[in-house]
């Protein structure tokens, strides 16, 4: 199965993309940064909107970062965001992550984040970065793991919501507890050297919450409330109560939600 055949779930809509664009190198993808050296040349495989991999450019510079993804509009923000910063050693362009338009032993470094997760053949996709990476080359793989998430409270509108978000996902293909898996994928796909790490990206109090449960609540309506309706898992009206469980969720005193990452380096 090729790329552009996969269903990303959270789709390409404003709060999905404002989400991703929130990322930044020195954060999401500390766990690698040890591993990087200025005039590395790295690829950033999935980039979305291109956050991590200008930031991950300034890193390596003079190195170069390329930044892959099937979305274009997402290329077209990376490009964008890199002329508003004067960054020159990032470019973008458009690939599948099942057939890399690169030669064999291209890359010093690939990064990938929240890409596994979503593909149907994460092994496959691992093996083509394998291709591409030089020996001795750096991977580093950062995925999410739903199975591990904290929230509190939950009321019982929001915990609908989270279950048919984890079904929607299983029925597109995809893991959503993928992150527990990285050891055992890179190793199957013949890296050597790999290491893994849990980690919780945390969001509390009066001055963050109100705004990640808008998110979400957007996202419901953006990502969600089509296919939801369509599979026939949920009416209108009951799409409309998990949007207003999430507002009303991150309104309450002493609301938590921690979501699980799962990080891995290993190498060719």
């Known amino acids: 199965m090729s790329g552009n055949q996969e269903q990303y779930t959270l789709g390409y809509g404003p709060a999905s993309t404002a989400m991703m664009a929130t990322r930044t190198a020195q954060r999401h993808a ?6 990087l050296k200025p005039g590395m040349k790295v690829l950033d495989c999935g980039c ?4 991590l991999t200008i930031g991950l450019a300034e890193i390596v510079s003079p190195g170069e970062v390329i930044g892959t993804d099937l979305e274009e509009s997402q290329l077209d923000l ?5 002329a508003r910063r004067g960054i020159t050693n990032a470019r973008f362009g458009r690939a599948d992550i099942y057939e890399l338009p690169f030669e064999d032993d291209s890359f010093d470094a690939i990064f ?12 496959r996709g691992l093996n083509e970065a394998r291709r591409v990476l030089r020996s001795g080359g750096v991977i580093g793989v950062k995925e999410f793991d739903h199975g591990g998430d904290l929230f509190y409270p939950v009321a019982p509108n929001l915990a609908e919501g989270l279950d048919l978000y984890h079904r929607l996902r ?11 898996k990285l050891l055992g994928l890179l190793q199957q796909a013949g890296f050597r050297d790999s290491a893994a790490t849990a980690v919780y990206e945390t ?3 009066p001055e963050v919450m109100p705004q990640v449960g808008g998110v979400f609540a957007v996202l419901v309506n953006e990502a969600f409330a089509e296919p939801f309706q369509r599979l026939g898992w949920a009416t209108p009206e009951a799409v409309q109560r998990i949007a207003q469980a999430w507002r009303e969720f991150s309104q309450q005193p002493g609301a938590f939600y921690a979501q699980a990452w799962c990080e891995a380096v290993a190498r060719k």
Do not use: K, W
Not at 30 to 35: E, W
């Open 48 to 51: 979305g909107p291109g956050s």
């Open 203 to 205: 969001f509390s109090g």
């Open 78 to 82: 990376g490009r964008t965001e890199a």
């Open 30 to 35: 500390a766990f690698l940064l040890p591993h």
């Open 170 to 180: 299983r029925h597109n293909g995809h893991d959503p507890e993928s992150g527990r």
């Open 112 to 123: 990938i984040s929240a890409v596994l997760a979503n593909l149907r053949e994460p092994l």
